[in-house]
T-cell receptor
Framework: DGGITQSPKYLFRKEGQNVTLSCEQN?????MYWYRQDPGQGLRLIYY???????QKGDIAEGYSVSREKKESFPLTVTSAQKNPTAFYLC???????????FGDGTRLSIL | GENVEQHPSTLSVQEGDSAVIKCTYS??????FPWYKQELGKRPQLIID?????GEKKDQRIAVTLNKTAKHFSLHITETQPEDSAVYFC??????????????FGKGTKLSVKP
């Protein structure tokens, strides 16, 4: 799905540092999502946003924060409070309601 | 809480054989069930989905069946090919409050198709 762009592809975090993952979509989707993927764990929902200027916590929001100032953009900040941030992070978007979600290529975050 | 169980976690088949992956869900209000295929290091891609008003849906070699009474749904791949090798995820929709459209995912099935 070329309409969802995540950057960077790889990111390294030092202890005590906040890092921000970018997610941009040009599909005109209202809803956007952030997932964390760990080996053998499937996809777990971190935050979601159904509309601009509004977002909700998912299942594992602790240690993360988001903003949704523009329809196209939904950045995720991994804060120093997230003690185990090493994972593959996936951003998705979709139309509101029970509609397919389309994923970006992901960002792999590691600890230095 | 809501849960989606997926089985098996790994599946190995011979090229040309069929593969079946099964999922069960806990929320009887779930009404949308997509399946995603994820190749190593890549994004999950939607391969087929089904809604609760349909019992079966087919797209070439791929089919999904849904049993709402038993709260389970299955992915069937016929005439498997080596390029079908990937991790497959099932998901079910959540239906409370402002979470319409949210999905809860199974833990995935790693399918290996041997030539």
């Amino acid at each position: 799905d070329g309409g969802i762009t995540q950057s960077p592809k790889y990111l390294f975090r030092k202890e005590g540092q906040n890092v921000t993952l970018s997610c941009e979509q040009n599909l005109n989707h209202d809803a956007m999502y952030w997932y964390r993927q760990d080996p053998g764990q499937g996809l777990r929902l971190i935050y979601y946003s159904q509309i601009v200027n509004d977002f909700q916590k998912g299942d594992i929001a602790e240690g993360y924060s988001v903003s949704r100032e523009k329809k196209e953009s939904f950045p995720l900040t991994v804060t120093s409070a997230q003690k185990n941030p090493t994972a593959f992070y996936l951003c998705a978007s979709g139309r509101q309601g029970y509609q397919p979600q389309h994923f970006g290529d992901g960002t792999r975050l590691s600890i230095l | 809480g809501e849960n989606v169980e997926q089985h098996p976690s790994t599946l190995s088949v011979q090229e040309g054989d069929s593969a079946v992956i099964k999922c069960t869900y806990s929320d009887s209000a779930s009404n949308y069930f997509p399946w995603y295929k994820q190749e190593l290091g890549k994004r999950p891609q939607l391969i087929i989905d089904i809604r609760s008003n349909v019992g079966e849906k087919k797209d070439q070699r791929i089919a999904v069946t849904l049993n709402k009474t038993a709260k389970h749904f299955s992915l069937h791949i016929t005439e498997t090919q080596p390029e079908d090798s990937a991790v497959y995820f099932c998901a079910a929709s959540r239906n409370y409050g402002g979470s319409q459209g949210n999905l809860i995912f199974g833990k995935g099935t790693k399918l290996s198709v041997k030539p």
